[in-house]
């Protein structure tokens, strides 16, 4: 299995396809996002991402399940929740009762635990009874299927692998897109929240000189399909460091990008800046 991929995938487009959501499971190439979570408030708040959370859910085939990919579960190894009923995780501080009182009862799938575990050959794939959704998962997949109807599993990310490694891994649950299987990653692409400007957060796309060129430079490799300099981060320049200090919000990104085909085409949505730190920019990926 390769690491990331270096074509120049010239696949651009400005408008979000409109297809028919409907009561039965899709039957061909599932679409693929990558959502910029940011604030669990989300949840409970109306604002111009949650709108856009519910816009592009409306224009997505019903999967026969979902397969999150969220930047707040790292262990060591890599796990898939295996259960049948997937409790709701609060795995945050600070914030009101009505937050924690949220509930996303969706069904967990282990037919698709384990058929995530059987695509993965490079790599050992633990079915995990324990986790859950946290709310990197459930806060932003309640605005695509507010009814928790549709089953859903969590992949973790192994804080032992690099990006590339990462990239790789995501390359073998591809298929699973041709199973019905829709693909998320939850995370965001420039996410410092030590140096949030908190007396900013509600001034409207407002972002530092650093962060406007790390979330430029990003967005210009995932719509060129320049996956290699994606995966080498770290040495791409000051920005980058100051954008991703810590890889966990990044690494869902990948996940996205390596189940994307040559054939895919890619928009952005909620492509705005919070706080100075922080890009609530978000991915879809679909077939043509």
Same mark, same amino acid.
Request: aromatic share 8%.
């Given at each position: 299995?390769?690491?990331?991929?270096?074509?120049?995938?010239?696949?651009?487009?400005?408008?979000?396809?409109?297809?028919?959501?409907?009561?039965?499971?899709?039957?061909?190439?599932?679409?693929?996002?990558?959502?910029?979570?940011?604030?669990?408030?989300?949840?409970?708040?109306?604002?111009?991402?949650?709108?856009?959370?519910?816009?592009?859910?409306?224009?997505?085939?019903?999967?026969?399940?979902?397969?999150?990919?969220?930047?707040?579960?790292?262990?060591?190894?890599?796990?898939?929740?295996?259960?049948?009923?997937?409790?709701?995780?609060?795995?945050?501080?600070?914030?009101?009762?009505?937050?924690?009182?949220?509930?996303?009862?969706?069904?967990?799938?282990?037919?698709?635990?384990?058929?995530?575990?059987?695509?993965?050959?490079? $790599? /050992?794939? !633990?079915?995990?009874? &324990? #986790?859950?959704? +946290?709310?990197?998962?459930? *806060?932003?997949?309640?605005?695509?299927?507010?009814?928790?109807?549709?089953?859903?599993?969590?992949?973790?990310?192994?804080?032992?692998?690099?990006?590339?490694?990462?990239?790789?891994?995501?390359?073998?649950?591809?298929?699973?897109?041709?199973?019905?299987?829709?693909?998320?990653?939850?995370?965001?692409?420039?996410?410092?929240?030590?140096?949030?400007?908190?007396?900013?957060?509600?001034?409207?796309?407002?972002?530092?000189?650093?962060?406007? $060129? /790390?979330? !430029?430079?990003?967005? &210009? #490799?995932?719509? +060129?399909?320049?996956?290699? *300099?994606?995966?080498?981060?770290?040495?791409?320049?000051?920005?980058?460091?100051?954008?991703?200090?810590?890889?966990?919000?990044?690494?869902?990104?990948?996940?996205?990008?390596?189940?994307?085909?040559?054939?895919?085409?890619?928009?952005?949505?909620?492509?705005?800046?919070?706080?100075?730190?922080?890009?609530?920019?978000?991915?879809?990926?679909?077939?043509?």
């Amino acid at each position: 299995m390769s690491g990331c991929a270096t074509q120049q995938e010239k696949s651009r487009t400005s408008e979000i396809p409109m297809s028919n959501k409907n009561d039965h499971p899709h039957e061909g190439t599932m679409p693929v996002l990558f959502l910029g979570h940011g604030s669990p408030m989300s949840a409970i708040e109306e604002n111009s991402f949650v709108q856009g959370f519910r816009a592009i859910g409306s224009k997505l085939p019903r999967p026969k399940a979902i397969l999150c990919v969220s930047a707040h579960w790292e262990t060591r190894g890599t796990r898939v929740t295996a259960m049948t009923a997937p409790k709701t995780i609060h795995d945050f501080g600070g914030f009101p009762k009505e937050l924690f009182e949220v509930q996303y009862p969706a069904p967990g799938s282990p037919w698709l635990a384990q058929e995530t575990k059987d695509s993965v050959k490079e $790599t /050992a794939i !633990e079915l995990d009874h &324990q #986790w859950g959704l +946290d709310h990197g998962a459930w *806060s932003v997949v309640k605005h695509l299927y507010p009814n928790a109807d549709v089953p859903i599993i969590q992949m973790s990310l192994d804080v032992q692998r690099s990006p590339a490694e990462h990239f790789a891994l995501a390359q073998e649950l591809a298929d699973l897109r041709g199973k019905g299987v829709l693909i998320v990653g939850s995370g965001n692409m420039v996410h410092n929240l030590g140096r949030v400007a908190f007396d900013k957060i509600n001034t409207e796309d407002y972002a530092f000189d650093w962060a406007k $060129t /790390a979330s !430029e430079k990003m967005k &210009q #490799w995932v719509m +060129d399909g320049d996956h290699a *300099s994606l995966c080498n981060y770290k040495n791409m320049g000051t920005e980058l460091q100051l954008a991703i200090p810590t890889p966990e919000h990044f690494l869902p990104l990948l996940y996205t990008l390596g189940v994307k085909n040559e054939k895919d085409q890619i928009s952005l949505f909620n492509d705005k800046a919070v706080g100075g730190a922080l890009t609530m920019t978000s991915v879809f990926i679909h077939s043509t």
